[in-house]
T-cell receptor, first 115, second 108 residues
Framework: NAGVTQTPKFRVLKTGQSMTLLCAQD?????MYWYRQDPGMGLRLIHY???????AKGEVPDGYNVSRLKKQNFLLGLESAAPSQTSVYFC??????????????FGPGTRLTVT | KNEVEQSPQNLTAQEGEFITINCSYS?????LHWLQQHPGGGIVSLFM???GKKKHGRLIATINIQEKHSSLHITASHPRDSAVYIC??????????FGTGTSLTVIP
């Protein structure tokens, strides 16, 4: 099993450009999450999904959009990148809280720089 | 307002020392998680616990629900234990709250 994979691993954008980060998991997890990690701060939830076709806002959703068209994929979009979105982005997946385990599995991260 | 607080923020230890990292939380939880983030950036889950104590190799995690406190212990520390250790809590409302992490350096 590949677990959770993220594409790309690194990206540099100019202000105003758009991009999509792809997260894929092969563990048949219902739940998927997008986090950002900034120096001196804990992981912060951007958006999450509790199943195919569903998405919900997290703690810091502004400037991002997401889609979960397939159970195994969770896409994070930046429509008009801003320097404040420079961060490391992590995707994670898990079973539901009532499932066999609520442990989260993380992808390797995407380092995004917006200039 | 931080729902999860960790201490210390930074910790340096000599190889072989016993290490304790503390986590306090202020929200109702269904489970507490300890994660490890290596210098390369990858994050792995070490423990998920809702009561008592769990042990995996040289790592031990405990939780006191009444005091809203958890500890992660590392026995016989080794340089390869050097990493950032993150405490997180989850609830049945699909929310995870993360601490800012404890950066551990173990010196040979």
């Amino acid at each position: 099993n590949a677990g959770v994979t993220q594409t790309p691993k690194f990206r540099v954008l100019k202000t105003g450009q758009s991009m999509t980060l792809l997260c894929a998991q092969d563990m048949n997890h219902e739940y998927m999450y997008w986090y950002r990690q900034d120096p001196g701060m804990g992981l912060r939830l951007i958006h999450y999904s509790v199943g195919e076709g569903t998405t919900a806002k997290g703690e810091v959703p502004d400037g991002y959009n997401v889609s979960r068209l397939k159970k195994q994929n969770f896409l994070l979009g930046l429509e008009s990148a801003a320097p404040s979105q420079t961060s490391v982005y992590f995707c994670a997946s898990s079973y539901p809280p009532t499932g066999p385990s609520y442990e989260q599995y993380f992808g390797p991260g995407t380092r995004l720089t917006v200039t | 307002k931080n729902e999860v607080e960790q201490s210390p923020q930074n910790l340096t230890a000599q190889e072989g020392e016993f290490i304790t990292i503390n986590c306090s939380y202020s929200v109702g939880i269904s489970a507490l998680h300890w994660l490890q983030q290596h210098p390369g950036g990858g994050i792995v889950s070490l423990f998920m616990l809702s009561s008592g104590k769990k042990k995996h190799g040289r790592l031990i995690a405990t939780i006191n629900i009444q005091e809203k406190h958890s500890s992660l212990h590392i026995t016989a520390s080794h340089p390869r234990d050097s990493a950032v250790y993150i405490c997180a809590v989850s609830n049945t409302g699909n929310q995870f709250y993360f601490g800012t992490g404890t950066s551990l350096t173990v010196i040979p």
